[in-house]
């Protein structure tokens, strides 16, 4: 706490400048900033010394420009002054110096308050951002996240900006007064054996902290990197159900816990057990609740690469299985034609018996070739999803290793009340714990409610079957296909949000994001707390406003246009019937110009690597944490995670075609890849 207490640094120094750094005019700034209306031009002139209208030019421009006042010296500010000058009294000489006593200078600030109707940062106003900033660490301990807030906080107040001392002071403060509520939260919630849990974990086990194997995320999608997933997700359960209760009784924001969280990933053992008692305890429990959530995440994209994997596979096999079938089937295609010619024989008798001509036939073609090649001279060719559903059977004993864990320790659910997708899950899920074999089971105990019409012809066989000397029609299912149909449909259903899990971060649902009815019975709290003018205002006043504001546009661009100043319109006809067009321009075809063919293609890695090494752009992608972080950036991970966002190429799919890992990618995206810096990248100039 003690660290706390000193004052914590917020700002660089060239933020730090550009905010309270005396403003440098270029002539077109000085033009703008130094422009004076009557009434700020009557104060000017009720001044008596040239020297002092000359100031309070200066004061002005300053405070249009920056919202604060400084006390600059006259080296610093001549050229502003003898800009001034020149402007308001050609006449008279430029002064080689200025000195204004703290009296007149502070009396020419509070005119341009007044003028401008902004306060000075005073005692009452420090207490109030003491309060705002009391409130703003409970969305964010960052800071540069409290310090901008407390800035847009002063802004819409109009209050002028204290030194940036002040803020570190006030900053530091609320983070301590944060610490101790929140340590106050844990003498009168945590019990006595969550804390020998929760102290467990710092333990070593097999010469190795505890808390260290659960940091570690898988490596891949293999069999052994999951199995210790879900081992962590049972260890972690009984912790996670009661984070999930605690966390929400510290009120604070989801940043915060992930940044506690983030505190545990990124502090060695030793550096967690240095910290206070209480502070240890939120923070692991931050962690425990961010990690298991990860945990479930992790699981249900190895549930989708896994799935998708055997898809894949399958089609492939079935693509190579259909060439190598048609290429087999044009090889026999001469013999065909010499088995249509025995109907066409004239030596062969219209009386000799079919089954004599059918063994011609056989010792033409063999006899379990027909089907192959009939098959292959039918309008209807091969069925190319038979064969994928047949390679696809081949594939149960890997998804029943890979998979089958993944579906019984991952919670789904549905947006839909009714879904038959859920039906299908519990039926397998109840079999499996139950070790029944699917295929000793009857087609009437499957749900087959996700079977569509289409699919019925694959995952049902239909034949017949001689029963009691009689023959019947029998449909049995095909256990391994039915199962395997879950699977696809969970993916499909996961990716488009129908299904979820809600102890996830990625695919948990979107009512999980919204304030719970309970918290939203304190709304106008909520909404005062924001200090947003046109949240708290009644909503038929601000749709009044802007339909006033958008006709009032409406009016001038058509005024605009019938005026002749807007020479992009054409207008036609006269009175009445005045009728305007946009003028389109035939563009040349700019994707196929002589020029490109010229450049030779390049990956778009390398293209980026090259932008980077002229202007930096990398730089702007800063760690999460920002402080604390033990590894440096590693960009080819970044520019691969970027890269494969952008072209929704994905993360799994640029692991398998690329020399990234996974897990580098995922770090990589997670870590750096954020609205702030992606922002500050594309800002950043040559």
Excluded at 108 to 118: E, H, P
Excluded at 123 to 141: G, P
Excluded at 155 to 182: C, G, H, N, W
Excluded at 637 to 642: D, M, N, Y
């Amino acid at each position: 706490m003690a660290d706390f207490l000193n004052r914590i640094t917020i700002l660089s120094p060239a933020n730090i400048d550009e905010i309270y750094g005396l403003p440098k005019f270029s002539k077109d700034e000085q033009y703008i900033y130094l422009s004076m209306d009557k009434a700020e031009l009557s104060i000017a002139d009720s001044h008596r010394s040239l020297e002092t209208k000359l100031f309070f030019i200066i004061q002005l421009g300053y405070f249009k420009a920056k919202r604060l006042f400084f006390i600059p010296k006259y080296a610093d500010i001549k050229e502003d002054i003898i800009y001034a000058s020149q402007r308001y009294f050609p006449e008279s000489p430029v002064p080689e110096n200025i000195e204004i006593n703290r009296i007149t200078r502070w009396k020419q600030q509070q005119k341009i308050l007044k003028l401008f109707g902004y306060q000075e940062c005073d005692i009452l106003w420090r207490k109030k951002l003491v309060e705002k900033a009391c409130q703003t660490v409970r969305i964010s301990t960052k800071p540069i996240y409290i310090f901008n807030e407390l800035l847009v906080y002063l802004a819409m107040s109009k209050v002028v900006f204290p030194a940036y001392s002040t803020f570190q002071d006030i900053i530091s403060k609320a983070i301590v007064i944060e610490i101790e509520r929140l340590s106050g939260l844990v003498n009168e919630n945590i019990t006595d054996d969550i804390k020998k849990s929760l102290n467990s974990l710092l333990s070593i086990e097999n010469n190795t902290y505890l808390i260290t194997t659960i940091k570690k995320e898988p490596k891949n999608f293999k069999l052994g990197q999951i199995s210790q997933e879900i081992s962590i997700k049972h260890l972690l359960e009984p912790l996670y159900c009661f984070a999930k209760e605690f966390l929400p009784k510290l009120d604070i924001s989801q940043d915060n816990v992930k940044y506690y969280s983030k505190l545990v990933d990124y502090y060695n053992v030793f550096r967690i057990k240095r910290l206070e008692d209480n502070i240890t305890i939120i923070y692991l429990l931050c962690f425990i609740y961010h990690r298991y959530q990860r945990i479930n995440d992790n699981l249900i994209n190895t549930f989708i690469y896994q799935t998708r994997k055997i898809i894949e596979n399958s089609k492939k096999a079935a693509n190579l299985r259909i060439i190598n079938l048609k290429m087999e089937g044009n090889r026999y295609l001469p013999k065909v034609s010499k088995v249509m010619n025995l109907f066409v024989d004239d030596t062969i008798s219209n009386d000799t018996l079919f089954g004599n001509i059918r063994k011609q036939a056989f010792g033409i073609l063999e006899e379990d070739k027909f089907s192959l090649v009939s098959r292959y001279i039918s309008k209807y060719g091969f069925d190319h999803e038979e064969i994928e559903w047949l390679e696809i059977e081949k594939y149960a004993s890997v998804f029943k290793i890979n998979i089958r864990p993944l579906l019984l320790t991952l919670n789904f659910k549905s947006v839909a009340a009714n879904n038959s997708l859920m039906e299908s899950v519990d039926f397998l899920k109840k079999n499996i714990i139950e070790k029944k074999n699917l295929s000793t089971l009857k087609l009437e105990q499957f749900p087959q409610s996700i079977i569509n019409r289409k699919l019925k012809r694959y995952i049902v066989r239909k034949y017949k079957k001689k029963i009691c000397g009689s023959s019947r029609t029998v449909m049995e299912i095909f256990p391994n296909r039915y199962e395997f149909l879950v699977y696809m449909k969970l993916c499909q259903n996961l990716e488009s949000g129908d299904v979820y899990i809600s102890d996830s971060i990625k695919f948990k649902s979107f009512e999980d994001d919204l304030i719970d009815n309970q918290q939203w019975e304190n709304k106008e709290r909520f909404i005062k707390q924001l200090n947003k003018s046109y949240i708290s205002r009644p909503i038929e006043e601000t749709l009044a406003e802007l339909k006033e504001e958008l006709e009032k546009a409406i009016v001038d661009v058509n005024q605009r246009i019938s005026d002749g100043k807007n020479k992009e319109i054409k207008i036609k006809g006269t009175g009445d019937n005045v009728t305007w067009t946009l003028p389109y321009k035939k563009q040349d075809d700019l994707s196929n110009n002589p020029l490109f063919e010229k450049m030779p293609q390049i990956e778009i890695f390398s293209l980026l690597s090259f932008v980077d090494s002229q202007c930096g752009f990398m730089t702007a992608f800063t760690h999460f944490l920002e402080r604390y972080v033990k590894n440096e950036a590693d960009n080819n991970a970044i520019l691969g995670a970027l890269i494969a966002l952008a072209t929704n190429k994905g993360l799994v799919n640029m692991a398998d075609s690329s020399d990234l890992s996974y897990q580098s990618l995922f770090a990589a995206m997670k870590n750096y890849l954020r609205q702030d810096t992606l922002k500050k990248a594309n800002d950043i100039n040559l």
